[in-house]
Every structure is written in structure tokens, then in C-alpha cells.
T-cell receptor, first 111, second 113 residues
Framework: GENVEQHPSTLSVQEGDSAVIKCTYS??????FPWYKQELGKRPQLIID?????GEKKDQRIAVTLNKTAKHFSLHITETQPEDSAVYFC??????????FGGGTRVLVKP | DAGVIQSPRHEVTEMGQEVTLRCKPISGHNSLFWYRQTMMRGLELLIY????????DSGMPEDRFSAKMPNASFSTLKIQPSEPRDSAVYFC???????????FGDGTRLSIL
């Protein structure tokens, strides 16, 4: 089955700096890669996604990149703000409609 | 849109008791997912349904767990008998189809004493 690895597990950045989270996947048939943000005690919320026919996608301060050859995808948050502090999960869709999630990255933005 | 609705939000019960978690997906969504989240194991898919039919239940831990979806607007996840190691947050999610974004409910925080 699909295996998704996510790094780092924790990330501390100064407000205004950039944050980068990296994920790898194992199934070359995977074709959809959503990212979720989960604040403490809340539900995971979709923040951005990318499909395998696109190499990069941007939405305001958030961007995702996908390298299908290397089976890598990354989340970039620019100009970080305290409200960006949360746990971020990458995921990939392989067979059927099943998502496999990475282990999560706890991001702390220090004011 | 009300989003995915789960009940109860919190459940505390003694081991051995039956636990039933409920989920109402977003209207019009034909896929429904049950996840379990713990610190140790992260976010795990337990089972998912397409058009009310179970498609993949390989994540269901053991026979004590069962899930049903009698119609397009309702699903249950049942644990019988419950054990302390079942303590976790259980999320339900729904999507409009294959490869479409999954939207999560607020979860049920389950504590088995």
C-alpha cells in the first residue's frame, strides 16, 4: 500500500519567515495530494491541494510543489503569522478514493 | 452548508460497553470516511463507503469494530465491546467523489475507562 513520509515533525519559525514541509510518497500511481491544517482540538481543514498534472499551485501565502519523478511534494508558507501555528498533514490519494496521511508537522510561529 | 455533522462530540464510558458514533455527511457527497486519530498512530483510515457501499475496511482494527451506512445521509461506527485502547478522536469525512477534497467533521473524542 501507499506510504507517506513527512518531515520535519516539528518546525519553529520566527514570524515573517518562511516555513517548508516536505513529504514523499511510494505509489507512483498516486495522483492527488491535499494538505490539511489542524489546530489544537479542531478538525483537519483542507488548505490547498495539487493534482499530478500540475507541478506547482499557489494560494496567497501558501504554495505546493510536486515532483512526480522523485515522488516528492512540499508545502511552502511565506510571511508566516502566529495564526499559522498548527499541525499540518500532507496526504496522497492512490487506489480508489483512499487518502494516506503523513505523520504531521507541528509548526510554531514565534512572534 | 452545515458541513459534516458528528455526534456525540464527547463520549466517556467504561470498558466493555457498546459505543456508537454517528455521522451525517455533506448533502450530495457520495463518499464517506471514518478515521481514528491518536498521538501514537496519527490519522488512520478505518473504512470508507462509496454510494453507501463499504469499499475498503482494511483499516478496521478488529471484529469489535463495525460500520454501516444505511442511506446516503447517515453512517454509524460501532465498537462492541469497547476497550481502553480504543480511546481516540474519531473523525468522519465526506467527499463528492473520487479525487475530490475530503471535508472533516468536528470529531468524537472517545474515552474508554
Amino acid at each position: 500500500g501507499e506510504n507517506v513520509e513527512q518531515h520535519p515533525s516539528t518546525l519553529s519559525v520566527q514570524e515573517g519567515d518562511s516555513a517548508v514541509i516536505k513529504c514523499t510518497y511510494s505509489d507512483s500511481a498516486s495522483n492527488y495530494f491535499p494538505w490539511y491544517k489542524q489546530e489544537l482540538g479542531k478538525r483537519p481543514q483542507l488548505i490547498i491541494d495539487i493534482r499530478s498534472n500540475v507541478g506547482e499551485k499557489k494560494d496567497q501565502r501558501i504554495a505546493v510543489t510536486l515532483n512526480k519523478t522523485a515522488k516528492h511534494f512540499s508545502l511552502h508558507i511565506t510571511e508566516t503569522q502566529p495564526e499559522d501555528s498548527a499541525v499540518y498533514f500532507c496526504s496522497s490519494r492512490s487506489a480508489g478514493n483512499k487518502l494516506t496521511f503523513g505523520g504531521g508537522t507541528r509548526v510554531l510561529v514565534k512572534p | 452548508d452545515a458541513g459534516v455533522i458528528q455526534s456525540p462530540r464527547h463520549e466517556v464510558t467504561e470498558m466493555g460497553q457498546e459505543v456508537t458514533l454517528r455521522c451525517k455527511p455533506i448533502s450530495g457527497h457520495n463518499s464517506l470516511f471514518w478515521y481514528r486519530q491518536t498521538m501514537m498512530r496519527g490519522l488512520e483510515l478505518l473504512i470508507y463507503f462509496n454510494n453507501n457501499v463499504p469499499i475498503d475496511d482494511s483499516g478496521m482494527p478488529e471484529d469489535r469494530f463495525s460500520a454501516k451506512m444505511p442511506n446516503a445521509s447517515f453512517s454509524t461506527l460501532k465498537i462492541q465491546p469497547s476497550e481502553p485502547r480504543d480511546s481516540a478522536v474519531y473523525f468522519c469525512a465526506s467527499s463528492a467523489g473520487d479525487g475530490q477534497p475530503q471535508h472533516f467533521g468536528d470529531g468524537t473524542r472517545l474515552s474508554i475507562l
